[in-house]
């Protein structure tokens, strides 16, 4: 298919330059049309012999020409270089407008109960990304490549900063090599700051277990600490995106007006447990036991990250008959045979509770999740399935 140009000269197109004037003249003598009546010609290009300079209407040709692209064989198109220079910056101005208006943080969080409480707060000025998945115990997490990636494009990082995470963040951080991710950065949150942690050990004896030294690591189980947790985001985001400040502030204050709506209904709810034993796997309730006064201070395991043996399982059997403990809470990622073997000898429930959001059917936000827990806890305490 022939593609129809407008012109200049031959002379023009050799040269690719002549005086405005004399340029002028030329290009209009050669087609016929006196300079008064100068208008644009039409010319047809089919082939390599016909090489003539482009024109425009109502302007002295002799200026460059450039090659953009070839149609076919011998057939090209010829652009001005201040047009296509116009155009590519037209088209980088563009996509900078557009992926500064649309631009997302880009928050990483170690734990799925910081990467809902990301969301809540960040809500669509932020994409996040979870580490450890609700179902896989947060003290043991495979270091994988695509970990690394997320990392280091990150612009902000939530960590629990108890030691949770200690046996493999550091190794992650190392390879991704983010400095907005250092010590001392706003883009490095460290969640448990101004949280009163549970069980700091006086000495450390790892005889003990897997004890850790600032204490227990499992805080947003009680809804004040993640109260915390959320102004420490809020604040943070905040810092790294300035414009949305009132976004995350408005999001926070909401967040809070529905957690301390919350908290007297859990209460209330909870009031037939209170005082009464619940059976764990691991010790991972005691800020949820002392917020709603239950006592979780049984577990299936001996010590901490210690496999339970016999002759633990036939204690805690025995303690359960003789105080008529009837709930056992296990997490997602535990070995459910050994709850279910106490549970068939001492006429107990197994309860599958996640100590953190987004597992199947503890719900996704923060709130949600809460309100699974104290749900399972009252339904088992009332002998409903």
């Avoid at 991710?181 to 949280?195: F, S, Y």
């Avoid at 016999?310 to 997602?332: C, F, N, Q, R, Y």
Wanted: glycine share 8%; with cysteine.
């Amino acid at each position: 298919m022939k593609k129809s140009f407008q012109f200049f000269s031959q002379r023009e197109a050799l040269t690719g330059r002549n005086s405005s004037a004399q340029g002028a003249a030329l290009g209009q003598k050669q087609n016929g049309i006196s300079p008064e009546r100068a208008k644009p010609t039409s010319v047809a290009l089919s082939g390599l012999n016909d090489c003539r300079s482009i024109t425009t209407r109502g302007r002295a040709p002799g200026f460059r020409i450039a090659r953009l692209q070839r149609f076919g064989a011998g057939t090209f198109t010829w652009l001005h270089r201040a047009t296509i220079t116009r155009y590519i910056f037209t088209f980088l101005l563009a996509a900078l407008t557009t992926a500064t208006a649309f631009a997302k943080l880009n928050v990483v969080a170690t734990t799925p109960d910081f990467g809902a409480l990301a969301q809540q707060i960040g809500g669509d000025k932020v994409d996040v990304f979870t580490i450890a998945r609700p179902t896989e115990d947060p003290h043991f997490v495979d270091a994988k490549p695509s970990f690394v990636v997320k990392l280091n494009r990150a612009d902000a990082l939530i960590e629990g900063g108890a030691e949770l995470e200690s046996g493999w963040l550091r190794a992650l951080l190392d390879k991704a090599r983010n400095s907005k991710l250092e010590h001392d950065k706003p883009g490095r949150i460290v969640a448990h700051e101004g949280v009163q942690l549970l069980e700091v050990p006086a000495t450390l004896d790892r005889a003990k277990g897997d004890v850790h030294a600032a204490g227990n690591p499992h805080f947003t189980t009680d809804p004040l600490n993640a109260k915390i947790v959320a102004g420490h985001i809020a604040n943070a985001f905040s810092h790294l995106d300035p414009k949305s400040a009132s976004v995350f502030q408005a999001n926070l204050d909401k967040f809070n007006r529905e957690i301390d709506a919350k908290i007297p209904e859990w209460m209330k709810r909870l009031a037939p447990l209170k005082g009464k034993r619940v059976v764990a796997y691991h010790n991972a309730w005691p800020y949820f036991a002392k917020r709603f006064d239950v006592r979780i201070d049984l577990f299936l395991e001996p010590k901490p990250g210690i496999p339970p043996s016999p002759s633990h399982l036939a204690g805690v059997v025995s303690t359960m008959k003789s105080e008529g403990v009837k709930i056992i809470l296990v997490e997602p990622f535990r070995d459910r045979r050994y709850a279910e073997t106490l549970a068939s000898h001492a006429e107990a429930v197994v309860l599958d509770v996640a100590f953190v959001p987004g597992a199947k059917g503890a719900g996704d936000t923060y709130i949600d999740w809460m309100d699974k827990i104290v749900s399972s806890l009252v339904n088992a305490a009332e002998g409903k399935k």
